[in-house]
């Protein structure tokens, strides 16, 4: 699916903030940080509003999109250190089956 976007400015960013999943309640943290933007999943409409108050744009591709590469290289990590290793990670999408 194609990415939400709400940006609070023009021009490139030099500062993003990135929460995998559900990151919206992290908004006030990400523009205390000094990010000009959030890159996160699942941020709501209201949250959005305020993310843009506080001079934060908003990068929401989806929940599972922010997730998935932080899940494949946890699994990745732990199975380099660990002799077995059961892979119990299920498909993270189930709004759109093919």
């Known amino acids: 699916s194609t990415p939400r976007v ?5 021009g ?3 500062r993003v903030a990135v929460v995998p999943g559900s990151g919206g309640s992290l ?17 709501s409409h209201h949250e959005t509003i305020g993310a ?3 001079g934060l744009g908003v990068i929401d591709p989806g929940h599972a999109a922010t997730e998935r590469p932080g899940v494949a290289a ?6 380099a250190l660990v002799p077995e290793v059961a892979d119990l990670t299920i498909d993270p999408t189930p709004w759109a089956r093919p």
């Open 6 to 10: 709400a940006f609070a400015q023009d």
């Open 12 to 14: 490139p960013l030099a």
């Open 27 to 43: 908004i006030p943290a990400a523009a205390q940080s000094g990010a000009e933007a959030l890159i996160t999943g699942d941020v």
């Open 52 to 54: 843009l108050d506080l």
């Open 74 to 79: 946890l699994l990745e990590m732990v199975t």
